[in-house]
Structures are given as C-alpha cells and as structure tokens.
C-alpha cells in the first residue's frame, strides 16, 4: 500500500475551455465518516494530485502522484472528535462494475497523523492525505486536480475577477437525499455568482461571498469560476477563457427571524434560515494548508 496513485492519467495540463471541465466532477467526493454497517456523511471534498514524477510518458501522459484530499477543517474534525472515527468514508465508482463503492482511509499511520488543518482558527481548510493502493486506483474512475487548476487570489484581482462574476458549486448535498443515487457518485452543480470579494483582495477577510444556494454536505466542495468564452463578455471587460477552482465551500449564512410574543412583548422563538449566501475559503489557504502538511509528511511517496 502507498500514499501514491502511482498510474493515474492525466491528460489536461489546463483546465477545459468549457464553461466547467468535466476534470472537476470526477474530483470531487463524498466524504463521511463509518457508522456501523452505515455511513454518516458530513460533506464533500475534492481530490488534489501532487505530481512527483512521470510514471508513463504516454501518451497518454501517466504521472506519478501523492493524492490528498482538501475538504474543510469542521468536516474532518466532525468525523474524527465528534464521531471518534479513526477512518473516513468516500465513495468511487468501480470501473470494471460501473457501480459507486465506499473505501476507507485510516486518519493517522503508526507515525502520527496524516491530515492537518489551517492553523488559523477562522480559516474552515483541512488536508489528508490519502494511501490508495495501486490495484485499487487502477480500477477506479476518479481524477484529481492539479495545480494549474488552481487560481489564487492575486491571480484572479489581476486576472478581472470581480463581483458579480458567474461560479459554480459542486458538491453532495445529503441533506437533499432523493438525488444521490445508490450505485453512481453524481455530484450536483448549481450556479451563482461572486457577491463579495474586495474585502480578500484588500487582506481584510480570508474568506470571500457568493450568491449560492448551498446545503449540508456541500461543505468543503469546490467553487468554480465559469469560464466566458470569446465575445460572450460585456465590451469592456475580460472574459475568462478557462475554468478555475478559486476556492471551497465553507457554510452558508443565515438570517434570523423573530417571533415575538404579543402578550409580553418578548421574543419567544428563534426562526433560521438559509440567505443563499455562503462563504468560500480560498486557494491560498488550500495551498498554505497543503505545504503544511507536506513539511510534516513529506513531499514524496512514503
């Protein structure tokens, strides 16, 4: 067994030129935590690919990997303190069955443990890394994302990327259960845009706004900047050739609502409810995160 998916094949070097590549939906997980002969699903993530050498020039082109997933750090922090689980759950679809499976992977080896957490406390991002083996992978109809599928912040400023611009979510929102169908991993996807970010550009917030309606379990999954291809931007602005991931999901925020008591006056019950706005954690933070925990792991294959 190896923390490498030593033959996973790789053959966009760029994100797609359609408005959300396909690399994006066979990245991203369901992630849970074992209960029983059930499983308790808390969230998503999405699948990064640390490339560490070539292990087939191809084409295609074959490159060696260590895989890891990013995912938030309530989500891993749920699973392994509040569930006490030492494993957490995914599900993959077999490529011989055509049908999804769940696999478990161990939180910490004998040496200590293989995921970390942004040590901010305000900033929602956690990382594991994951040990695949090699005839599991081989079977398995997956993609991760690699570092060119990633937009920072001061990419995105210098790139135009400013309020009002469109994204996608992706994610596996359980609490909706009716659309996760028992044998395939069909993440959902739903539109929004940019509501806020200059308050990231200017340092002032780790975390920028969008206009998303999201739901529990969509936690830790990716937001994709939509990409505009040629002449469909307004005159005077750039147009976004490409697909990025800027960032995931963190929670939804919520407006409260009052019931007030017409007898005393005073408020007697607390109503809540979802604004359709949520908060993102960026690639900076994701990458800060990875680092970390290469530097305690290390960089190559175990």
């Not at 937001?223 to 995931?248: D, F, N, P, Q, R």
């Amino acid at each position: 067994m190896s923390s490498v998916a030593s033959s996973l094949t790789n053959t966009a070097e760029e994100p797609s030129l359609s408005f959300i590549s396909k690399d994006y939906l066979k990245a991203v997980v369901e992630i849970g935590a074992p209960y029983g002969k059930e499983t308790k699903w808390r969230g998503s993530g999405i699948l990064y690919g640390d490339i560490v050498g070539v292990h087939d020039p191809g084409p295609p082109l074959a490159l060696k990997m260590v895989l890891y997933v990013v995912t938030n750090k309530h989500v891993l922090r749920g699973i392994s303190e509040e569930d006490k689980a030492t494993q957490v759950v995914m599900r993959f679809v077999k490529k011989s069955s055509g049908k999804a499976e769940v696999h478990n992977f161990l939180l910490a080896s004998e040496e200590g443990p293989l995921w970390c957490s942004h040590p901010s406390i305000v900033v929602d991002v956690a990382v594991l890394r994951l040990r695949l083996e090699d005839e599991y992978a081989s079977d398995t109809d997956f993609q991760p994302i690699t570092f060119p599928y990633f937009s920072t912040l001061s990419q995105m400023e210098s790139g135009g990327c400013m309020e009002g611009d469109s994204i996608f979510v992706v994610g596996f929102p359980y609490s909706v259960p009716q659309l996760r169908p028992l044998n395939k991993t069909y993440p959902i996807v739903r539109g929004g845009i940019i509501s806020r970010i200059a308050d990231a550009y200017a340092g002032e917030s780790d975390t920028f706004i969008i206009d998303a309606t999201v739901y529990p379990g969509n936690s830790g999954g990716p937001v994709i900047l939509k990409s505009e291809h040629s002449g469909a931007h307004l005159t005077g602005t750039k147009g976004l050739e490409k697909s990025y991931m800027i960032g995931i999901v963190s929670e939804y925020l919520d407006y409260q609502e009052n019931a007030v008591s017409e007898q005393t006056g005073r408020t007697r019950v607390f109503f809540s409810e979802n604004s359709g706005l949520a908060r993102v954690e960026t690639t900076d933070n994701i990458l800060a995160t990875l680092n970390i925990l290469k530097s305690k792991l290390g960089a190559a294959p175990d």
